[in-house]
Structures are given as C-alpha cells and as structure tokens.
C-alpha cells in the first residue's frame, strides 16, 4: 500500500449505531488531519493530530470521536449521528514539525462515503 | 484570517481551449496558496503550490498558477483542455499555523 489508504469506502449507518472509519498513512508523516465534505460547501477541518496529540478541534461534535494510537493511523469513531452528517470523510497527512509550518503540503486519501438513515 | 473565494461554481470548456479557474484570496500576512484537483471518488490531489518562492507555479498536468499580489489572486491555468482535466478543483489558503482553508470549488466540465 502506498500513500494514504481509508476504509471503508462507503459506509450507510442507522443513527443509533457505533462505526468506525480508519485511516493509514504510508508516507513516514507526523501529522494527520480530519476533514468533512458535504454537498455544495468548502472541505471543513474537523481535527488535526501531530506526533500523535491533538492539536486542533474544529467545534466537532462530541458523536465524533477521533484516536491517533500512533503516526501512521487515525481513526474516527462515530456513534449516534445524525442525517445531516451525512458526507465524505476525507483523511489526509503532512509531514510538519512541531513548529507547525505553512508550506506543507498534505496528502489525502480517497475518503469514506458515509450515509446516516 | 485568511479566506479564499474561488469565482464560478462550474466552468465548461470545450477539449482544446484555454481552462481558466478564479481563485482570489484573503490574508493579512504573506500567504501560502495551493490547487488541488479531485477527480470523481477520490481524495485531492496537490496540482501545484505558492511559497512565496517564483510568482508563476508549474505544477503537474500541464497546470500553473500566477500570484499576483496586487490582485490578491492565484488563477489556475492550462493552455489546452484535455477530457481527462474534467474534475473538481480546489483553491486553498494556509494559515500561519498550517491549517489549510478551501474555497469552494470550481467543477470542470470538458466537452468533446
């Protein structure tokens, strides 16, 4: 596997389920980052991990809940969502210092599909 | 903060013509500007970026930018449209701390 992999690719859930959507990088980054793409509206940052801490919480939602156990993997657990969160699930990774810089370029990967019935 | 606009949700072009995508772009300090490209069911791609480096940007599929600081702008160029460039793309602003802020979009359709 080479860059950034997601799984699921697609994913329809009830709102009183429990999901978990993963991401795994394969390019040696430090950084990680949630982003939300929904119809007609700019890529929303959700959260952004570096060497592993949180570092960046965009107002989420409590029903989501991301994990970083270690550089390469993100998860983003998800548990009684609602309609409206109802989206693409982008992940995607930087390699970024803890001086964070602005140059650095992130690589996506190809997203989940989530649908909430 | 830094914002960015991107002028024109969908833009059609027929093969062969100059594509032409309209990013314009708020920030109050020097900023570092990116494209990137998504085609369908898949995650961005990094077309090219502004680092404050050259004003004119080449970048990957015969792609390039210019910033042009008078005009706070960063419009993405291709001297000839191929069917495969027909996808949505991307213009974004990073913030001081690295957080990348996306304009809208601009989807392109390339017809035959």
């Known amino acids: 596997e080479t860059g950034v992999t997601q799984t699921p690719r697609h994913l329809v859930m009830g709102m009183t389920n429990k999901k978990s959507l993963k991401c795994e990088q394969h390019l040696g980054h430090n950084a990680m980052y949630w982003y939300k793409q929904s119809a007609k509206k700019p890529l929303e940052l959700m959260f952004v991990?570096?060497?592993?801490?949180?570092?960046e919480n965009n107002s989420v939602p409590s029903r989501f809940s991301p994990e970083c156990p270690n550089s390469s993997h993100l998860f983003l657990h998800l548990h009684t969502l609602q309609p409206e969160d109802s989206a693409l699930y982008l992940c995607?990774?930087?390699?970024?210092?803890?001086?964070?810089?602005?140059?650095?370029?992130?690589?996506f990967g190809p997203g989940t599909r989530l649908t909430v019935l | 903060a830094q914002s960015v606009t991107q002028l024109g949700s969908h833009v059609s072009v027929s093969e062969g013509a100059l594509v032409l995508l309209r990013c314009n772009y708020s920030s109050s300090v020097p900023p570092y500007l990116f494209w990137y490209v998504q085609y369908p069911n898949q995650g961005l791609q990094l077309l090219l970026k502004?680092?404050?480096?050259?004003?004119l940007v080449k970048g990957i599929n015969g792609f390039e930018a210019e910033f042009k600081k008078s005009e706070t702008s960063f419009h993405l160029t291709k001297p000839s449209a191929h069917m495969s460039d027909a996808a949505e793309y991307f213009c974004a602003v990073a913030s001081n701390t690295g957080k990348l802020i996306f304009g809208q979009g601009t989807t392109l359709q390339v017809k035959p």
């Open positions: 502004y680092t404050s480096a050259a004003t």
């Open positions: 991990y570096n060497f592993k801490e949180q570092t």
């Open positions: 995607a990774s930087s390699q970024r210092s803890r001086l964070a810089s602005s140059t650095d370029t992130q690589y």
